[in-house]
């Protein structure tokens, strides 16, 4: 149950970073001939000069899915670090 509420909160944590990074300028932001395009990794939506856009869907849940993962590694790395800290102190202690 724990496990199920943890993927949850990272699914929206990681959609999100998707919509706020893409307002980011250089990074998720680009403009190209009066065009704006947003996304980062991959472009997500675009919002054309006459009035028009392009709601790109693989390109969106590709991103969900990479920031799902970096965070996911993210937390594995804290959390082995955390054991490590842990682990080193409970060893000081019996010494």
Do not use: D, Q, T
């Not at 395009?37 to 869907?57: D, N, R, V």
């Amino acid at each position: 149950m724990n496990e199920n509420k943890n993927r949850k909160l990272l699914l929206i944590l990681s959609i999100i970073s998707v919509i706020a990074i893409s307002f980011v300028p250089n990074i998720g932001f680009r403009i190209e001939e009066g065009s704006r395009f947003l996304g980062f990794p991959a472009e997500w939506l675009g919002l054309y000069k006459y009035g028009g856009f392009s709601f790109k869907w693989l390109g969106f849940l590709f991103n969900c899915v990479f920031f799902y993962l970096i965070f996911r590694l993210l937390i594995k790395v804290l959390i082995g670090l955390n054991h490590l800290k842990i682990n080193k102190s409970n060893n000081n202690l019996e010494e």
